[in-house]
């Protein structure tokens, strides 16, 4: 995983995570990464500091394997999307329909996830319907 500090055109800074670079530059080309705050899909990396442990002592025992998040960032992320799937329906790629139909109160509110295209979303978020982006993809995404 990988944080940037992003900025879109409208200069409103905020951070995402990514699998790794080639994910973000894969995402961003396909009009996938969007502003937090306006929902812009013109969205450029920032400038930022990374984030370097200390150097180990030779005396400290060889590392274990990881199996689960171990730093404190990943942590929270892993426990957000637990969180999210436990108690959210997964609508796919109907999101945007079905969001709009619950903020209509054509369909019962619940709270969802799933997955919206960058001016779907955008268009979601001028209507007045309250949505937020997800730092991490669904599972069906993922290797």
Avoid at 40 to 67: C, G, H, I, N
Avoid at 113 to 139: C, H, M, Q, S, T
Wanted: charged letters at 25%; glycine letters at 4%.
């Amino acid at each position: 995983m990988i944080r940037y500090a992003l900025t879109c055109a409208n200069d409103h800074g905020f951070e995402s995570w990514f699998q790794s670079a080639e994910a973000f530059d894969r995402l961003a080309a396909s009009g996938l990464v969007a502003c937090a705050v306006c929902g812009s899909d013109k969205v450029a990396k920032t400038l930022m500091a990374p984030s370097v442990r200390p150097a180990r002592q030779s005396t400290e025992p060889a590392a274990k394997p990881l199996t689960t998040p171990q730093n404190p960032a990943e942590m929270a992320l892993a426990a957000m999307r637990r969180q999210i799937e436990e108690n959210s329906d997964y609508v796919g790629m109907n999101f945007a329909a079905e969001a709009r139909a619950i903020h209509d109160g054509e369909a019962p509110e619940r709270s969802i996830y799933g997955e919206a295209r960058a001016d779907e979303a955008r268009k979601l978020i001028e209507d007045g319907v309250p949505v937020a982006p997800l730092p991490f993809l669904p599972a069906r995404k993922t290797n």
